[in-house]
């Protein structure tokens, strides 16, 4: 319908509240969208989940709010993540738990834009009866839809459905003041919260005010100016929204990458140029298009090529062209189904335009415009089966029950589908399994394949998966540096030293590379060149505790104790609660005679362990060495509490408790000792030196003795044992 005819009459009207009906339906949209999902609750962490959350530190302190929020471009999303992490850790169900929910959530939204949408003027006329019906079909098929699965069962893309639940509310509040007889000023405001948490989501949400202004324009005002004049606060405020993705650096990202960081997004890609991505979209735009309509078979990584010739690029062109030709016009004749082709490609258009980014094809990226494929389905079967009934070819009821009938029987088809997508997710050798039989050439799937393969424990078979992996992609660095781990794991270190040595020549920035390169040498007995290849990993990554805590393991074999001691102090500056890098700092310190600051390092570090027996015990050797007997007993009694057979730690808090003159007490620890271990050279000799305390002279002599019958060279037994003859 043309804007001319709609100026006759008032588009927006307040709306009653739903009806019991309209409850009902949505509980009918959930209960679906659980059962699809209900399967995917053991579905492990996959490709870029590692980065995101196993490798993500900043998720792991949710207190520390302020790097939490800080990390990474999508801070919403990180806060998620870490709200997760304090309830589970990595037990991943939780995190499906939130996935599903905000899928939910977003699915309940859409029933309640669509309902309201077909209320409005001039379809309430049209559609009154059946809006409830049609939303909840729409909202149904969209909830239930297999391509949905990468959005939601993919752990980390819930940024991409977080966003997208932001992106609808921010439609619906819009909406709902339109109708408000108050003017709606609190919803506008929500609708900018909503906005604002969208773009802290997931930098796509950038479209969302040009898509609400076109839905504004379209369905509840007369005239563009209309809108504007009526509700200019609320656009301001939506374009404000877009500051938060310069305060996350998205636009500095994408418009100004830095030169030494390797760029998966905007136009510092070194493999792809803007002219390159934009050619190549259409074709994938009609793949996503096909898989609105029959989704199968799904892929969660296509690795998909770029368009380099004219037969591959000329007809998928010409169809997309034609269909944003048809928008266009559409949305000028301000057609309902020209917002929906609007919302289809302006949704799309930051990640299947001109913008380069890393991967060309994913399914994610159709969160959002499916639900325009969804609305345009519905609402094209119902039309036509409502026109076959005008004409007296079926009775109305025959009619409703075919819709219901059709919504069902692809609904159902639609849940299994997802149902069975759910299980590739459940193991990632399944998934990549996967991925490599719909696209034998992705070197990345196959190398992905090769690590979950390794995790199993199939290392021959991982090993295979490697070198399909390098087949397909020789230069691929990765592929050779996981071939090494391989041979590492098999024992073949001369072979995984030459594939660490092609991955590194491939990527010489591979500090982790670097890292298992120095490891082979290790085991190889080149300490010399394991320096020097720990030392690169920390030159190229030296925020990575692990990279310096290796790198002082060496110096501390080649007795470098010094440069040791730094190396794990800046480790520990990278990580503070690194138990290992402290301990080990300890035992340096201790073994260059720094025993106050050996003093520090063991205390913190029965601080983060308080159950390891042998910081206690060897603490208090340190205390004992300084003569701090008070302290040095507290530390032993700690170790033996832990391991009440730790047999030195009683012995020597024996001696603690000799040199505190309590010999009582101390000749019962060494007798305890002593029936553990009957040949203790060490609690025979202070047990003498207890005896002689109290003028035991024979009873310490027989004490002496024992000791040199165990350890006839023992020189302070024989000397003691020499100065009470002389005494005699």
């Known amino acids: ?76 999303v990180n806060l998620t993540l870490a709200i997760n992490y304090a309830l589970s850790e990595f037990d991943t169900p939780s995190y499906h738990v939130v996935n599903i ?37 729409t909202a149904l098929l969209w909830t239930v839809h297999p391509l949905q699965t990468q959005s939601v069962t993919y752990i980390i893309q819930r940024g991409e459905s977080l966003m997208g639940l932001f992106y609808l509310l921010t439609l619906y509040c819009v909406l709902h003041g339109a109708a408000s007889p108050r003017g709606g000023v609190a919803w506008h405001v929500a609708a900018v919260i909503a ?3 969208g773009m802290a989501s997931k930098a796509v949400m950038v479209s969302a005010p040009v898509v609400v202004l076109l839905y504004d324009w379209i369905f509840l005002s007369r005239s563009l100016r209309e809108t504007l004049r009526k509700r200019w606060g609320l656009y301001l405020g939506l374009c404000a929204t877009w500051g938060v993705l310069l305060a996350v650096g998205v636009v500095q990202g994408v418009l100004f990458p830095r030169a030494d960081v ?65 928008t266009a016009w559409a949305v000028v004749r301000c057609r309902w189904a020209g917002f929906l082709g609007a919302w289809f490609f302006i949704i799309l258009a930051p990640t299947s335009s001109f913008i380069p980014i890393k991967d060309l094809a994913f399914e994610h990226r159709m969160y959002l415009p499916l639900a325009a494929v969804m609305v345009l389905v519905v609402i094209g079967v119902h039309f036509l089966l409502r026109r076959v009934s005008d004409r007296g070819a079926l009775a109305a009821t025959s009619v409703r029950w075919i819709q219901c009938g059709l919504v069902a029987i692809v609904a159902v088809l639609f849940c299994g589908l997802t149902i069975a997508r759910n299980r590739d997710y459940l193991s990632e050798s399944t998934m990549w399994r996967d991925v490599v039989d719909q696209r034998p050439h992705n070197a990345r799937a196959w190398s992905s394949l090769g690590v979950a393969l390794g995790k199993e424990g199939c290392v021959q078979e991982s090993m295979e998966a490697y070198q399909q992996a390098i087949e397909a992609d020789p230069e691929m660095s990765a592929a050779h540096v996981n071939m090494g781990k391989a041979l590492v794991k098999l024992g073949r270190h001369a072979e995984a030293i030459h594939a660490f040595q092609t991955g590194l020549a491939l990527d010489p920035q591979n500090a982790k590379a670097y890292n298992s390169l120095a490891n082979a040498y290790r085991r190889t007995k080149q300490p010399e060149k394991a320096l020097d290849a720990y030392r ?37 500056l990278c990580q503070p609660n690194d138990f290992e890098a402290r301990l080990r700092l300890a035992r340096v310190l201790n073994q260059q005679r720094r025993l106050d600051e050996a003093v520090v390092e063991y205390r913190a570090a029965s601080r983060l362990r308080p159950a390891r027996t042998d910081v206690h015990y060897e603490l208090g050797n340190v205390l004992l060495a300084q003569k701090q007997l ?86 302070p037994s024989r000397s003691a044992l020499a100065a009470i003859s002389q005494r005699q």
């Open 101 to 137: 929910a905000i899928h939910l959530l977003a699915g309940m939204t859409l029933f309640g834009i669509v309902r309201r949408t077909l209320l409005l003027e001039p379809f309430r006329q049209r559609y009154a009866g059946a809006a409830p019906w049609l939303a909840a079909a």
């Open 536 to 572: 690169e990993a920390v030159r190229l990554d030296p925020e990575n505790a692990d990279h310096r805590f290796n790198l002082a393991s060496v110096l501390i074999q080649t007795r470098q104790l010094d440069e040791a001691a730094k190396q794990l102090r800046e480790a520990i």
């Open 195 to 197: 906005c604002a948490l």
């Open 1 to 76: 319908m043309s804007r001319r005819k709609t100026k006759s009459y008032e588009r927006v009207q307040p709306q009653k509240h739903a009806s019991p009906a309209c409850v009902w339906l949505v509980l009918v949209v959930s209960v679906a969208g659980i059962a699809a999902y209900a399967n995917s609750f053991s579905g492990v962490f996959l490709l870029d989940d590692y980065s995101h959350i196993l490798l993500n530190d900043a998720i792991r302190d949710i207190g520390q709010l302020g790097a939490v929020l800080s990390e990474g471009r999508r801070p919403l």
């Open 630 to 715: 008070p302290s040095a007993l507290e530390a032993y009694s700690a170790a033996i509490q832990r391991n009440p057979r730790l047999t030195d730690a009683r012995c020597n808090r024996g001696i603690a408790l000799l040199g505190l003159a309590r010999p009582d007490e101390a000749i019962a620890e060494f007798r305890t000792v002593l029936q553990e271990d009957a040949r203790h050279v060490l609690a025979h000799y202070h047990l003498g030196r207890a005896h002689l305390t109290q003028g035991r002279r024979q009873e310490a002599a027989a004490a002496f003795r024992e000791a040199l019958e165990i350890a006839p060279n023992h020189a």
């Open 262 to 326: 390797s760029s998966t997004v905007g136009f510092g890609s070194k493999d792809l140029t803007p002219l390159g991505y934009l050619l190549t979209q259409p074709g994938v735009i009609l793949h996503y298009l096909r898989l609105s309509l029959v989704p199968h078979p799904l892929c969660l990584d296509y690795q998909w090529p770029a368009a380099k010739t004219v037969t591959t690029v000329v007809p998928a062109g010409s169809v997309v062209t034609a269909l944003l030709v048809g």
